[in-house]
């Protein structure tokens, strides 16, 4: 059974930096990544990443968030610096993991980020 459980959020000063993580368990992870939702708004992509390091990131991101993992301890983070009050909302980690049926997508139960002075 697949396991995905975030860490790391909290309250930051428009400006600041926070780093997210993730412990995924229960299969071998094609993708991981991270998803947010703001208050009243959709579900929306932050960025992901391959086995082999692809990365894949929102345009409202890049250059202010990087995600990394670690294969041999199935976690994957998300370092955010510059951040802005609309950057808040709850953080989801992603997953991605093949079975003979094809792919499936597993979520985490969310982290809240908030960035307010």
């Known amino acids: 059974q697949v396991q995905l459980v975030e860490s790391g959020g909290g309250l930051v000063q428009p400006g600041g930096s926070l780093r997210l993580s993730c412990a995924a368990s229960?299969?071998?992870?094609?993708?991981l990544g991270w998803y947010r939702q703001a208050p009243g708004k959709q579900r929306e992509f932050v960025a992901t990443?391959?086995?082999?390091?692809?990365?894949n990131y929102a345009d409202l991101v890049k250059g202010r968030f990087t995600i990394s993992r670690d294969n041999a301890r199935d976690t994957v983070a998300l370092q955010m610096n510059s951040l802005k009050p609309e950057d808040t909302g709850a953080y989801y980690c992603?997953?991605?993991?093949?079975?003979?049926?094809?792919?499936?997508?597993?979520w985490g139960r969310g982290t809240q980020v908030t960035v307010s002075s």
């Open positions: 990443i391959t086995r082999d390091d692809r990365t």
């Open positions: 229960g299969s071998i992870f094609s993708v």
């Open positions: 992603y997953s991605v993991h093949q079975s003979g049926k094809g792919d499936f997508e597993s």
